[in-house]
């Protein structure tokens, strides 16, 4: 797979394009990321890329002659679909995600100052994305997001031992809590330190099972929306009514001083 970026800061992206997985990716040669200097297609002596608003106010705004001229160059020699990053857009989500990682070539376009001119993302952008409801900088942080969660899709970029995280949220759901050793661990300041019996058990299908509970418990309390998402079987939506029934119940019941979150660790 191939990544273009376009961004006015080349010099923040060698780190992360460069370490662990995404370094190993590279190296391998299963993405391919160049990187693109918009002020190299500013044509006048001072090489502006952006001018100020029309109808006045503070800050700049990205030129889009500038921004059209350095697509077409990134275009005429690999085809491929261009992606403007702003709050303005669509959440990033991981289905996105898995869409851009079956494209030959994504184009990266980080922005800068107020935006872009709104006609050059009418004109040449095929998506507009926003990582979420905040205001960065730059859109570079965003692009090497995307691009992170885009590569350890592209088969061969995750080991086995890292293909296995990739099951968390391919499931739709939020990931179940994990417990490593010691088994017996007091912490200096008390609270809660069992790792749940039914993990240390040695029965692999009640450890399946307490963590697909677990998955569903979580997603219920913490993030309800991401249940509406999916289309579970009877199984599961059997077992979703039922968990959420026990949760409706705690929350009636006024003498169970247990938090909702308890339910996690029982
Ligand atoms: C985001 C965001 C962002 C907006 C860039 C103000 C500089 C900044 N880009 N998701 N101008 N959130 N961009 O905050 O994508």
Not at 114 to 140: C, K, N
Not at 147 to 176: K, N, Y
Not at 212 to 221: C, G, K, N, S, V
């Amino acid at each position: 797979m191939r990544c273009t970026i376009l961004t006015l800061f080349p010099e923040m992206f060698p780190a992360i394009l460069g370490s662990s997985i995404l370094g190993r990716a590279a190296k391998r040669g299963l993405i391919v990321t160049e990187l693109v200097q918009i002020r190299d297609f500013a044509t006048d002596k001072h090489h502006r890329v952006d001018d100020s608003p029309f109808g006045g106010g503070p800050g700049m705004v990205l030129k889009p002659d500038v921004l059209e001229r350095a697509v077409t160059r990134v275009k005429s020699e690999h085809p491929g679909r261009v992606i403007w990053l702003s709050p303005q857009g669509k959440p990033f989500t991981q289905e996105d995600a898995r869409r851009f990682a079956a494209w030959p070539h994504l184009i990266l376009v980080c922005g800068h100052y107020e935006g872009v001119d709104e006609r050059w993302i009418t004109q040449e952008a095929d998506e507009e994305i926003s990582l979420g409801d905040y205001v960065l900088t730059g859109g570079e942080l965003p692009a090497m997001v995307i691009l992170d969660a885009v590569a350890r899709l592209i088969p061969g970029v995750l080991g086995d031992a890292e293909s296995a995280v990739a099951e968390s949220f391919g499931t739709g759901l939020l990931d179940h809590p994990h417990y490593t050793r010691p088994a017996h661990w007091q912490p200096l300041r008390g609270g809660e330190a069992r790792v749940p019996p039914t993990l240390l058990s040695g029965d692999h299908g009640a450890v399946a099972a307490w963590r697909r509970r677990q998955a569903l418990l979580r997603t219920l309390i913490r993030r309800p929306d991401l249940l509406q998402r999916v289309a579970w079987n009877r199984h599961e939506r059997r077992l979703i009514e039922a968990l959420a029934k026990d949760l409706e119940a705690m929350e009636n019941d006024q003498d169970d001083s247990r938090s909702r979150e308890t339910l996690l660790h029982t």
